[in-house]
């Protein structure tokens, strides 16, 4: 499964709690938990999309292996791939939302983006700066003519040697 946060559980309780996870959040599509629990959760949930919208049989063989149930697994390799076919990536959004009573834990919802009755609408895309050309490094820059004073030329015959 690679490098991910131990959260305080053995490698088979983490496992199996993360499958859980994402196969709640592709059924639900919000899910509360612990900002923790939420970041581990996103990076599996985007991998299982792009799985979705790769659409091949290997993929759907992957995607079942992991996730719980065939309703989650056919939500992934329509409705959610559809849903994300022209989005290169960033399926979901974590959003924080209080400190838990218990144990102060922070805690967070994970959402898919794009979907009826999301919590925050998605940001539009933002434009990219106008290219610069390229400087050229001999050419004096503003500030140093604006602030720099005149200089002065020491004349030849007075070096004080």
Known sequence: ???FRKLGRNAS???SMLRTMVSQLV???RIETTVAKAKEVRRKADQMVQLGKEGTLDAA???SAFVRGDDVVHKLFTELAHRYKNRAGGYTRLLRTRIRV???AEMAYIEFVDRENELREAKPATPQPPQR???DPW???RAS???AGPKISKGSGSDGL
């Open 13 to 15: 309780h983490r496992v």
């Open 102 to 104: 218990g144990d102060a």
């Open 133 to 135: 050309g390229p400087m």
């Open 145 to 147: 003519q604006q602030w």
């Open 1 to 3: 499964m690679g490098n």
């Open 139 to 141: 050419a004096k820059s």
């Open 27 to 29: 059924k639900h599509e």
């Open 61 to 63: 063989r992957r995607a």
